[in-house]
């Protein structure tokens, strides 16, 4: 597809942030949000970026060695493809799409070919069973899943009425998606996106109490990941390698939108186990670039022997949780590159963050990314600019990187938004030079 203006206001503050990546002040000075009047992230950057490209825009590599390389003019005409088929299959504008699959190819092709549909994408891990999905199929308002063959029979007992699509071996009652690939590569869309439609909509984790369903729109999570690009520290060319699992929002941040904002090429390594020596390895052969991984995993590599990686990363980050100071010196020492934090939420990009060519101060997650505005609450009134207290984002701005709101629960999205001025995010400690 060609460039489109909504393609070139994106480019324009991607490059903005590319230009200044190590340059935090300037940045965060100069960066301003790209708002255009409409705009189809697969649609109006994807497929630009995609035309005549034949770099790598995903890389798999399984367990037993094999690989999957799709390119990015190859993405795109299997999105296009999977885009016309999902609509002969009834897909349409506002549907809502569950779909549950691994670290394979369909993942990004069906999460590309519903945003040009302008459906709507409910992620959902592979790890849930019946109980989890019957409440998202009806919570949620599924038309359509697209699953797994393996994962089918979780559905055996989750009534409602939706197209059921299965990725792999055929399964009896549900369309294989193999079909689609006869679709026809080109494909045109049946109306304009508007930025504010509905694009993706997450289930929290609901530890104490039902999941809120988190809805983002066709720009707070695609043009929101702009500051999570710059926190990373992304490049065009690229090769990213973050681990999280599908269906969690961290997956689409680093495994999606960050890494093809910039141009970067998608690697992962699927394994049934967790083996650091191996990781270490194809990392080598890849070409790791920039790697994100949680501190779980951190921990597990640093058991490894580091210095067999003869190329290191030359951006390390870690999400979740502090690192604590061992950990990112033994690596700092082996690599010779520093462990970066960065903080947000599924309700959010990266709001806080150590960014690239930034002094790091140990123990603190960072300042505030390029198009937030962080204030802090104090503890006792609640009031902002305190000198200690509650990390919230002020509204007065409002950043582009934050959800439409909890879909369905007017009240909990007041609670959150904080009566529209500013939207208490975390608990805690924090101070305005870190945290």
């Known amino acids: 597809m060609a460039a489109t203006s909504a393609t070139e ?33 697969a649609l109006d950057w ?3 970026i995609a035309q005549g490209n034949d770099r790598p825009a995903l890389h798999i590599v399984e367990e037993d060695g094999t690989g999957t390389v799709v390119t990015f003019a190859a993405m795109a005409e299997r999105s296009s493809r999977t885009a016309n088929w999902l609509r002969g299959h009834g897909v349409a504008p506002g549907d809502r799409v569950l779909v549950m699959l691994g670290n394979q190819a369909e993942l990004w092709e069906t999460a590309l070919a519903a ?14 069973g019946p109980a989890d999905l019957r409440d998202r199929v009806e919570r949620g308002g599924v038309r359509h899943v697209i699953a797994r063959t393996e994962d089918t029979p979780k559905f055996t007992d989750v009534p409602g009425d939706y197209t059921r699509v299965a990725v792999g071996p055929p399964a009896e009652g549900w ?18 996106t508007d930025p504010d439609d509905p694009l993706m909509l997450y289930f929290t984790s609901g530890t104490t109490a039902r999941p809120k369903l988190v809805e983002h729109t066709h720009v707070s999570y695609p043009v929101g990941h702009l500051a999570t690009m710059y926190w990373t520290g992304l490049r065009p060319g690229d090769v990213h390698l973050n681990i999280s699992s599908p269906g969690w929002a ?48 951190w921990r597990m590599l640093i058991q490894a022997d580091l210095t067999r990686l003869a190329t290191p990363p030359r951006e390390a980050l870690a999400a979740g949780e502090p690192l604590n100071p061992e950990v990112i010196e033994q690596v700092r ?18 709001q806080v963050a150590n960014t690239p060519g930034q002094r790091l101060k140990t123990g603190s997650m960072g300042r505030p990314s390029p198009g937030y505005t962080v204030t802090l609450l104090d503890p006792v009134t609640g009031e902002p600019g305190a000198d200690e207290g509650e990390i919230a984002l002020d509204l007065a701005d409002r950043p582009v990187g934050l959800m ?21 995010v975390t608990s805690g400690p924090a101070t305005p030079t870190g945290t």
């Open 250 to 297: 961290k997956h689409a941040w680093s495994n999606l939108f960050a890494p093809w904002n910039a141009e970067a090429t998608v690697f992962l390594h699927n394994y049934s186990r967790f083996d650091a020596e191996r990781l270490l390895g194809e990392m080598e052969r890849a070409g790791v670039t920039t790697f994100c991984a949680p501190p779980t995993v």
């Open 404 to 424: 439409a709101g909890y879909r369905g629960d007017p009240e909990r999205t007041a609670e959150a938004m904080g009566g529209g001025t500013t939207a208490p």
């Open 9 to 41: 206001q994106f480019r324009e503050a991607r490059d903005f942030l590319l230009r200044h990546r190590t340059d935090y002040e300037a940045a965060y000075a100069g960066f301003r949000w790209p708002r255009p009047e409409r705009f189809n992230w």
């Open 175 to 192: 369309v294989p998606y193999s079909e689609a690939a006869a679709a026809p590569a080109a494909f045109a869309p049946d109306g304009p």
């Open 115 to 128: 945003m040009k549909l302008r459906a709507v994408v409910i992620p959902a891990t592979p790890l849930l």
């Open 333 to 350: 020492r082996a690599w010779g590159v520093t462990i970066r934090d960065g903080f947000g939420q599924t309700e959010t990009a990266v």
């Open 46 to 48: 994807f497929d630009a």
